[in-house]
């Protein structure tokens, strides 16, 4: 047995990455689409619960509630085409980790304090994830034996 062949992962361990994939995506597009609605319906009430930082701009939080809505809808399509997800998880890993760069910025900025400190910390939890998902997509993607063949991932 050669070294390619000892690492390449079993069926078994294939099948758990790719549940452990669909569940990180179904809950990502879940909070995604969830925040959008959130921004879209009552961008005054986002403020106040999640965003207090500077001035209050209700358009401007309407209109990120559509990033959040497209972001949402790409991972709710990667649920039924799984050859979206690596590159729909690889770009919200990207958005998380420069959202959480934001916040760590700004990390005392907000009102009351301890908002700016929590956002930080639950994005670059939330980053961290995404990038395991990431990592177990693009294996799968990788060692699909479907992907080998040219068929759907």
């Not at 994005?123 to 990431?134: D, F, K, N, Y």
């Amino acid at each position: 047995m050669n070294a390619t062949a000892a690492r390449r992962p079993t069926n078994a361990q294939l099948h758990g990455q790719s549940r452990t994939v669909l569940v990180g995506v179904v809950g990502f597009a879940a909070v995604e689409l969830a925040l959008a609605v959130f921004m879209a319906a009552a961008p005054r009430a986002f403020y106040t619960a999640i965003g207090p930082f500077g001035a209050r701009n209700d358009h401007f939080v309407r209109d990120l509630a559509t990033y959040n809505a497209a972001l949402g809808v790409g991972l709710v399509i990667s649920i039924r085409h799984v050859s979206w997800r690596a590159p729909m998880l690889a770009i919200l890993t990207v958005q998380f980790a420069l959202h959480s760069i934001n916040h760590l910025i700004d990390i005392s900025n907000a009102d009351p304090v301890w908002i700016g400190y929590f956002d930080f910390f639950a994005l670059a939890a939330a980053t961290m994830q995404l990038a395991g998902l990431t990592w177990l997509a693009m294996e799968r993607a990788r060692t699909s034996p479907t992907n080998a063949k040219g068929g759907p991932r």
